[in-house]
């Protein structure tokens, strides 16, 4: 080759490595467990909806009578926790079985504990802002954190057990975000949370099992709905004491 020849450089083609670093917002969304947990609790309420439709357009009364039983077990169980789901389940005799009402109490059990779960974490990394449920988390933090001290120490088991018990400031919802407090895994803790609360619904399915084997449908369903009636009328109640506690608090430091 000549001297005074020109040379021809052939420049490589530079790699574009801005959208592989970054990829679009929809996938760096489903890269975040968070989003898995919340499309668990998703394939809980189509399972729901799909075993309501089967019963509300069967064919006789029966199936239609046991679609208002799984609807009203739903919304016990959303509102009251375990205990009311399974006494509403249990109030007909003979309109589903035990294994059916695990199945259902279970469905629905995992279904809001994901939800909320899953939304609660999202919150806590500042992802995702829902105006109208940050103040029900803060509640939920606060009376969690208030345990913290009690069940901290005994680690899982603890979890487990804060779970599985069946008293009115305990459950898997302050449960999961109990755990997430003293540090577990965020997979650890939600498998933890679901044994508790399906082992819970499992020791109350087959305790209301026992009890309809010595009381007639007329006082089991009495049983039953009282029961669902005390414990929907606490939480009304210690909500209406939380909500006139902020509020004098609230009007308190107005004055001040």
Same mark, same amino acid.
């Given at each position: ?28 969304? !489903?890269?975040? =467990?968070?989003?898995? &947990?919340?499309?668990? *609790? ?9 075993? #309501? $439709? ?40 003979? !309109?589903?079985? =035990?294994?059916?009402? &695990?199945?259902?109490? *279970? ?9 909320? #779960? $899953? ?63 003293? $540090? ?73």
């Amino acid at each position: 080759m000549k001297a005074d020849e020109p040379q021809i450089v052939h420049h490589e083609p530079e790699h574009d490595s801005w959208g592989e670093n970054n990829p679009p917002k929809w996938q760096q969304w !489903l890269q975040m =467990p968070e989003i898995w &947990i919340i499309s668990l *609790s998703g394939c809980c309420v189509l399972f729901l909806l799909a075993w #309501y $439709g089967l019963l509300f357009f069967g064919h006789g009364a029966h199936d239609l009578e046991k679609s208002n039983i799984l609807l009203t077990t739903v919304v016990a169980h959303i509102l009251g926790g375990v205990l009311p789901g399974v006494s509403a389940c249990s109030s007909a005799k003979g !309109l589903f079985s =035990p294994w059916e009402n &695990i199945l259902l109490n *279970s469905t629905i059990s995992c279904g809001v504990v994901c939800l909320v #779960y $899953g939304l609660f974490c999202l919150s806590c990394r500042k992802l995702l802002r829902i105006p109208f449920l940050e103040d029900t988390f803060r509640e939920l933090q606060d009376s969690a954190a208030g345990q913290r001290k009690t069940w901290s120490r005994l680690g899982i088991p603890g979890i487990f057990l804060f779970v599985w018990i069946p008293l009115f400031m305990t459950g898997p919802i302050v449960g999961s975000i109990l755990g997430r407090l003293i $540090g577990l895994g965020m997979f650890v803790n939600l498998a933890t949370v679901l044994a508790g609360s399906i082992t819970s619904i499992i020791t109350w399915v087959f305790f209301w099992n026992q009890v309809s084997k010595h009381l007639n449908d007329i006082w089991l369903q009495v049983f039953s709905l009282t029961l669902v009636g005390l414990v929907l009328l606490y939480i009304v109640v210690s909500r209406a004491k939380a909500f006139l506690q902020a509020a004098r608090k609230s009007r308190s430091q107005d004055e001040h």
